[in-house]
């Protein structure tokens, strides 16, 4: 049965907000999104603080280490999910960490007995054309030299029969930067020397990183950036109520900065 009220009846159009008082100097450069993002007492500052209002979501077709990278770039932070292994989690963790503010980990990464046809089938994978040449042609090896695409011509060499140390700039050519060096001193020896990249290696020569001219630029155009006290990205690390006793220390000791428990795993 219908119901008829005698009161006026309004809608939103018959409404207005009254906007507060902006003045000349209330600017968007000057607001500020900053959240905190772990539980802190009264009067006191939170640990970890985002830059923007913003995380992702702990499931394997959403959170890797891709996004969780830029998403750090752009103030937020990833949660790289927990149903995978705890070794698997924790190594992608660990190349999160890897990439620290302008400096980037070695995804392209070849042997010097490999072909110049594995070359050519990693870059059409990764899309990189500049490769580290390493002892064990593992992210981590000994750095034994640099292979680009200015090093060989495709149409001009056997492809099958060439190999990587027959054509790469080996490492007593290469101009390197010590592990612990700054961003901006990397960045000098990359313009001092006219570089477009600039291998970071350990005393054993070991390869930690790249620093690329183009990163760079590209870190200068991120100022809401998260990183953490070594100036590595933020990142987040999913775990559940079953193995959390041998996961939560291997992701710790990975480099989560924050862990959350994932209800759909248990």
Known sequence: MAKFFQ?????????LLIPGYTGPGDTPDKVSLKTPLVKFKKGEKSPIELNIPLTSA?????????????????????????????ESEAAMIRQVKA?????????????????????????QQTGHST????????????????????DFRESRVDLDNTKVKDVMTPYDKLVVGK?????????????DKKLNQLPIVDEERHLKAFV???????????PNEVLDAHKRYLVGAGINSRDY??????????????LVIDSSEG
């Open 7 to 15: 009161e006026p009846s309004r809608t939103f159009s018959e409404y």
């Open 58 to 86: 702990v499931m394997q077709s959403v959170s890797g280490p891709e996004l969780a990278v830029a998403l750090a770039r752009e103030g937020g932070i990833s949660f790289i999910y927990g149903s995978q292994s705890i």
């Open 99 to 123: 990439t620290k503010a302008g400096f980037t980990g070695s995804d392209s990464n070849v042997s010097p007995e490999a072909t110049l046809r594995d070359v050519v089938n990693l870059r």
């Open 131 to 150: 490769m580290a040449v390493t002892d064990n042609g593992k992210q981590d090896g000994v750095l034994v030299g640099l292979i680009t695409s200015r």
């Open 179 to 191: 592990e612990g060096i700054s961003l901006t001193e990397a960045n000098d020896i990359i313009w």
């Open 212 to 222: 690329f001219r183009k990163d760079y630029e590209q870190h200068k155009e991120n």
């Open 245 to 258: 006793k041998d996961r939560v220390p291997a992701l710790v000791e990975a480099g989560a900065d924050v």
